[in-house]
């Protein structure tokens, strides 16, 4: 009887998500999202193309004498270990199960103008925030909102902090990268076949059970640590595994080079509705764009609001050059690693083999690397464990910053929420797949909004600074 009410529930559960899903992410919102970064893009004269060499110099390049906490590049590590994770394995590979080839396409276009929001919000996060005596920085959207559009917006800003809080524990900072961590452990020690026990109702692999808990130790000894200890981690784990993950692209690209024109060409024709039946191609656009932003989006947060939060605490005296250098991580993170995955799937066609989650990209490996499978299938495991474990971190800061304002730096309930934080990593891998990224999609939309609106209140503030800045360096 109590198995059979949690099936009702879940089974209801599902479909009050994926209504509320549709909402958020909307037409409203994708044109939101899309129009702020061609906006920005516009009035910034395609900043993220212009100077996207001097980005990438700056970004290993640490600027000297910088008040913060971090050094550039440490907040860059920070932000990517965020941003890249399960999106760029699992949530490439959900994009195109759901919304077809075509959605990596929509995907690519977000990312591009998505450099310019991401520009805009790395300027603001270091133009606006505050430096305690202690030297403990306080910035991002709250603070760019608050002090930026003034005190009557605060409400707004801390809107921004409820979600932001949220989405860290209920959505991509938790449950997503758990859930792809040991679904892929549980897929390579056996899958169906491998020895269950049951949680929830739910018959789980051992393996899964073990990974879910040492995962959680492991998770709590950092997160301890602090935005210090977080920030070094990231910057030794984050370049290494992707480098790996990258040169494991590679190598299947170039395996099967022939494929890729073709590939491009269905991906191209499919963003534009070639493969819907007749009559349906503008609803087949829709669900190809839906699906390709949002889960674009959810790699690399451009107009999420969250990078800000990290770059607040570079060594830097120059909001530009944050600015640029929090660019790149967009530019890392969708226009390379996703589409490297996305290029992976459709040339092996696993986005149309019935398969879900990290099961596609496992299958994409297997299919066009020819090495044993099981090679294949523990070599992405490492990595997807890799990019999930450290966006948990990431997510964690971004969350405790967002605390930290809605609470008044209230240190006993930001540690309250870290055990929190930590409890959630733990029950993480005992929900579904589709749960788990239909809510992380919700909380997107959600914290996503008031950013949107401070950065296109801003703007004027955003150009100013880019051509004062430009200005004094062409002298």
């Not at 640029?324 to 996305?342: H, K």
Request: glycine fraction near 12%; charged fraction near 15%; hydrophobic fraction near 55%.
């Amino acid at each position: 009887m109590f198995e059979w009410g949690i099936l009702y529930f879940m089974e209801n559960f599902d479909a009050l998500l994926d209504k509320i899903d549709t909402i958020a992410w909307g037409p409203v919102l994708i044109a939101l999202i899309l129009m702020t970064g061609i906006y920005l893009t516009i009035r910034l004269g395609f900043v993220q193309i212009r100077h996207l060499g001097l980005a990438l110099k700056y970004m290993v390049k640490n600027e000297e004498n910088g008040e913060g906490e971090v050094t550039s590049f440490g907040a860059l590590c920070t932000a990517l270990s965020a941003t890249i994770g399960t999106g760029n394995i699992v949530g490439v590979a959900t994009a195109l199960v759901a919304g077809g080839p075509g959605a990596l396409f929509w995907m690519e276009v977000a990312a591009l103008f998505g450099m310019a929001t991401k520009y805009a919000e790395g300027l603001l996060a270091v133009k606006y925030r505050t430096i305690d005596e202690e030297g403990h920085v306080l910035g991002g959207p709250f603070y760019y909102i608050e002090n930026g559009m003034g005190k009557k917006w605060k409400w707004l800003a801390k809107l921004f902090a409820f979600f932001g809080v949220c989405v860290g524990l209920m959505g991509i900072g938790t449950f997503t990268q758990v859930n792809g961590i040991t679904s892929a452990i549980g897929n390579f020690c056996g899958g169906e076949q491998a020895r269950m026990i049951r949680i929830l109702g739910t018959p789980t692999p051992v393996a899964v059970v073990i990974a879910g808990i040492v995962l959680t130790i492991v998770v709590a000894l950092v997160l301890i640590g602090g935005i210090k200890r977080i920030a070094n981690v990231s910057q030794v784990v984050v370049p290494f595994m992707a480098v790996i993950y990258v040169l494991f692209c590679v190598t299947l690209l170039v395996l099967n080079y022939k494929a890729i024109p073709g590939a491009v060409a269905l991906i191209v024709s499919d963003a534009f509705g070639a493969r819907a039946v007749a009559g349906g191609a503008f609803g087949a656009i829709i669900v190809s764009m839906q699906k390709g932003i949002a889960r674009g989006i959810f790699s690399n947060e451009a107009g999420l609001g969250s990078a800000p939060i990290a770059a607040a605490a570079a060594q830097t005296k120059e909001p530009v050059r944050q600015g640029l250098v929090t660019m790149t991580g967009t530019f890392i993170d969708t226009i390379v690693i996703c589409t490297m995955t996305g290029l992976s799937i459709v040339i092996t066609g696993a986005w149309d083999k019935g398969l879900e989650g990290v099961a596609v990209t496992t299958d994409a490996f297997q299919t066009g690397i020819p090495v044993a499978s099981n090679v294949i299938a523990f070599l992405l495991m490492m990595c997807l464990i890799f990019f999930a474990f450290t966006t948990i971190l990431g997510w964690d800061y971004y969350s405790e910053k967002c605390l930290e304002y809605l609470t008044g730096r209230n240190e006993t309930i930001v540690k309250v929420f870290r055990w929190l934080y930590i409890f959630a990593v733990f029950i993480g891998p005992y929900f579904t797949v589709k749960q788990v990224w239909v809510i992380a999609d919700i909380f997107n939309a959600m914290m996503a909004l008031p950013n949107l609106v401070a950065l296109l209140a801003l703007s004027g503030v955003i150009v100013a600074e880019t051509k004062a800045y430009f200005k004094k360096q062409s002298k």
